[in-house]
């Protein structure tokens, strides 16, 4: 839908597998760029191989600079789910921020649908806590379809298959951030705390600000 943080770039890239990739709700392309820059972390120097990706954004804007970056062989301008694709016609499928930006229900179909579509893998991020807003002014111009509409936990991500860790630290509860923010030290929290121990999200997943997930077909 729009951007992603950037802890999320070196735990999703290399859990990418094959060349032939759909970027669903690909945002303002910053995917479509990594797995293009970053090909060799997950699939060596092959000479003459470079991954086809294919994006998709229910929001017209960014399906136009998607369009001009140079690194989507395709970008649909569709709002999901459904996708309009065959039975394992990936071999990676990102879900990269995108079904809090879905009501429940068709952010359960956005899964299963992606489960579908993927040869090998699908990979998803979200937050890891209730982030419920309505759309935001981007880079592209106001989006609607930007604003954030449910959340899904740990568990209900376990029941569809699945593996998770942490990324980042969590904000903290509302109650520890008044606190700091009365005694003056909200920004070095932020700023120092959270990004030198987002490795405690990693390992806990509990604590974490964002949850990176990987399903395999069997």
């Known amino acids: 839908m729009g951007g992603s943080p950037v802890a999320l770039d070196p735990i999703v890239i290399p859990l990418v597998?094959?060349?032939?990739?759909?970027?669903?709700?690909?945002?303002f392309g910053k995917w479509g760029y990594l797995c293009t820059s970053n090909y060799w972390q997950t699939h060596g120097y092959s000479a003459g191989t470079r991954p086809e990706i294919v994006g998709c954004d229910g929001y017209k804007e960014n399906v136009s600079m998607c369009r001009?970056?140079?690194?989507?062989?395709?970008?649909?301008?569709?709002?999901?789910?459904?996708?309009?694709?065959?039975?394992?016609?990936?071999?990676t499928v990102?879900?990269?921020?995108?079904?809090?930006?879905?009501?429940?229900?068709h952010a359960y179909g956005l899964i299963r649908e992606s489960q579908r579509v993927a040869r090998h893998r699908v990979i998803l991020s979200t937050p890891n806590?209730?982030?419920?807003?309505?759309?935001?002014?981007?880079?592209?111009?106001?989006?609607?379809?930007?604003?954030?509409?449910?959340?899904?936990?740990?568990?209900q991500l376990r029941s569809f298959g699945f593996k998770l860790i942490g990324c980042g630290l969590g904000p903290g509860s509302g109650y520890l951030r008044g606190i700091l923010r009365r005694t003056g030290l909200l920004k070095w929290y932020e700023s120092r705390f959270r990004?030198?121990?987002?490795?405690?999200g990693h390992c806990?997943?509990?604590f974490a600000d964002n949850i990176v997930g990987w399903w395999d077909r069997k």
């Open 17 to 27: 597998r094959g060349p032939k990739i759909l970027d669903v709700a690909c945002g």
């Open 68 to 91: 001009n970056n140079g690194c989507y062989k395709e970008v649909l301008n569709i709002v999901v789910p459904p996708l309009p694709f065959d039975d394992c016609s990936f071999d």
């Open 94 to 105: 990102l879900l990269i921020e995108i079904i809090e930006h879905l009501e429940k229900d």
């Open 129 to 155: 806590y209730p982030d419920l807003r309505k759309g935001t002014l981007t880079i592209t111009g106001f989006n609607p379809l930007d604003s954030h509409l449910s959340y899904m936990d740990r568990a």
């Open 195 to 200: 990004q030198s121990c987002g490795f405690l």
């Open 204 to 206: 806990f997943p509990v």
